[in-house]
């Protein structure tokens, strides 16, 4: 599916318009924002809700509906912050928060010292400071009890509580993203937190047009069986967001 030019958004947000006469729909007076991997970068969620909530004011009138591919922790430096921000936005508006591969890791640190450790390889350090700024050198294990003496009992609950999958008219939202010739149903949460090649190698349709993140690119890739919208906010400073409403969709990136 191949992306059209470069156009202007309605709110004045850099957007690709990226329409075609026969792309699925999402059902009638529904707008759905699909938010990519935002991996500790607050400063970029920020702006990107600045671009969400001017457009819906001035473009008022459907149901919209934030939803949120996962991966909010880990490698940007204020991944408290991220999920602080994101559990006001469900608590205010109609978003959803979806589980990502990160959010997992994290919640197994919080068990394990050997997960701890492979946490901290995988980008952990980073959230770890965004909660506690310990005083002095730690070793390992003081810097784990530091840190989950440190962590708040509300974002633990918000993490162990997010769904894997969202569907809205013909659109199915998920972190990873799907294995093919399994059903909906059947699909295991790892797969849907951590699947790669068996899904991005599949050419055929999944049921659902499928709209992930997971496996960072430069920019958006939309095909006639899945939309990524990761970015790499973390390294590239793009958090990108897609706007479907009907058979229209754009994208708006930071």
């Known amino acids: 599916m191949a992306v059209n030019s470069l156009l202007k958004s309605r709110s004045g947000w850099q957007a690709e318009d990226i329409r075609e006469p026969t ?3 999402i059902p009638d007076n529904l707008r759905v924002y699909a ?3 935002i991996h500790g970068r607050l400063d970029l ?4 809700h600045e671009a969400i909530d001017e457009d819906i004011e001035l473009h008022p009138g459907p149901q919209c509906i ?3 591919l996962g991966d909010y922790v880990d490698r940007g430096p204020q991944s408290a912050g991220v999920i602080d921000v994101l559990m006001e936005r469900v608590r205010t508006r109609n978003a959803i928060c979806l589980a990502g591969n990160h ?9 394990s010292q050997e997960a701890f450790a492979n ?8 959230t770890v400071f965004s909660y506690v700024q310990p005083s002095g050198m730690l070793d390992q294990s003081q810097l784990w009890t530091e840190w989950r ?6 974002h633990v609950d918000f993490l162990r509580q997010l769904p894997t999958t969202y569907v809205c008219g013909d659109y199915l939202f998920v972190h990873a993203g799907l294995r093919p010739g399994v059903s909906l149903a059947a699909q295991s949460r790892s797969d849907m937190l951590w699947i790669r090649r068996e899904f991005l190698d599949y050419p055929h349709s999944f049921g659902h047009l499928v709209v992930h993140g997971h496996t ?3 920019s958006a890739e939309v095909l006639s069986n899945r939309i990524n919208i990761d970015t790499g906010a973390y390294a590239t400073g793009h958090l990108t967001c897609l706007v479907l409403e009907g058979v229209d969709r754009f994208l708006i990136s930071t």
């Open 23 to 25: 792309v699925p729909m």
């Open 35 to 37: 938010v990519g991997d």
């Open 45 to 48: 969620l920020t702006t990107l």
């Open 66 to 68: 934030e939803v949120y």
């Open 103 to 111: 959010e997992e890791i994290m919640l197994d640190a919080l068990t």
């Open 119 to 126: 946490w901290l390889r995988l980008g952990g350090v980073e």
């Open 149 to 154: 003496a440190g962590m708040r009992v509300d």
């Open 216 to 218: 960072p690119i430069p």
